[in-house]
């Protein structure tokens, strides 16, 4: 059985991870609304929905950040590939309507 304490000090950590799993979400709603933006101006001026020279500096520099903070660099490049699929398959969508 769990003490007082024990249970507690649960909780708070469980309410501080539930405030850190909102502001990611918002975050990203963020980062996602900016993208948008791009989508359409690279629609408008004809530039391709795909950037390998930015994605690959972008990793780069996350990667760095991920190592200096210790997190997985494998757990980051994945959670950027799925971001970044998710931007680009919008920036197509885009794309195809103009």
Do not use: W
Not at 11 to 24: E, F, K, M, P, Q
């Amino acid at each position: 059985m769990m003490t007082d304490d024990a249970a507690g000090q649960l909780g708070s950590y469980r309410r501080t991870i539930d405030n850190l799993d909102s502001a990611l979400l918002y975050i990203l709603a963020e980062r996602f609304r900016c993208t948008e933006q791009v989508g359409h101006l690279k629609a408008k001026q004809g530039l391709p929905a795909i950037d390998n020279e930015r994605e690959r500096r972008q990793l780069d520099r996350l990667m760095s950040i991920a190592n200096d903070v210790g997190l997985s660099g494998h757990f980051v490049e994945g959670l950027m590939t799925m971001i970044v699929g998710a931007v680009v398959e919008r920036h197509r969508e885009i794309a195809a309507k103009k």
